[in-house]
């Protein structure tokens, strides 16, 4: 695939399932060896279901949240999600990336560079000062991408619980002004 090609835009209904076959295929390239294989087949064997979680996140504008999608020749090929962080401690103006997917082919093609900078100009345009992220504190190649972009762990951390372990989650920051 190449780079040329590939077209970053706000994602659409009809790119739900493309999506969430990105989704399901990111999951063992990206978390084999950090997750539980139980709950990365989980996630594999849930395709159909997160391709409607996602249709129904494009379809309600008002939750402030926003889908996009890079795609190459009209096929997705990543798929990120931002908004209004959830978190409790966070301050107004605070934005969350709340997931980033590539397919594995796309790695590492400066495609996940790319996604990232359309998302946070958009959270920088729409007002945000600041976006946040959450990472699995053990994923050193993801952690690496996000440092190399200038976001930095704010001290937060999270445990999640799953089926077969529980999963320790590093926050990560960085301003959207001024950049």
Do not use: C
């Not at 890079?70 to 962080?85: E, K, M, Q, R, Y």
């Not at 952690?143 to 372990?165: I, N, V």
Request: hydrophobic fraction near 45%; charged fraction near 25%; avoid cysteine.
């Amino acid at each position: 695939m190449a780079a040329a090609h590939v077209r970053i835009r706000p994602a659409e209904a009809r790119d739900a399932i493309g999506m969430a076959r990105v989704h399901a295929r990111s999951w063992p390239a990206t978390y084999r060896g950090l997750v539980p294989d139980d709950v990365i087949a989980g996630v594999v064997a849930q395709e159909a279901i997160r391709a409607e979680r996602f249709r129904a996140l494009i379809a309600n504008p008002d939750s402030g949240r926003r889908g996009w999608v890079a795609t190459d020749h009209g096929t997705v090929i990543g798929l990120a999600f931002s908004g209004p962080s959830r978190d409790a401690d966070a301050s107004p103006g605070t934005a969350e990336i709340d997931a980033i997917y590539l397919d594995p082919d796309a790695l590492r093609q400066g495609i996940g560079r790319q996604l990232m900078a359309t998302v946070t100009a958009d959270l920088r345009d729409r007002g945000f000062a600041t976006a946040t992220l959450w990472v699995l504190d053990a994923n050193a190649s993801a952690r690496s991408f996000y440092a190399a972009l200038g976001w930095r762990p704010d001290g937060a951390t999270k445990s999640e619980p799953r089926p077969g372990g529980v999963l320790e989650e590093v926050r990560y920051a960085r301003p959207l002004t001024g950049t």
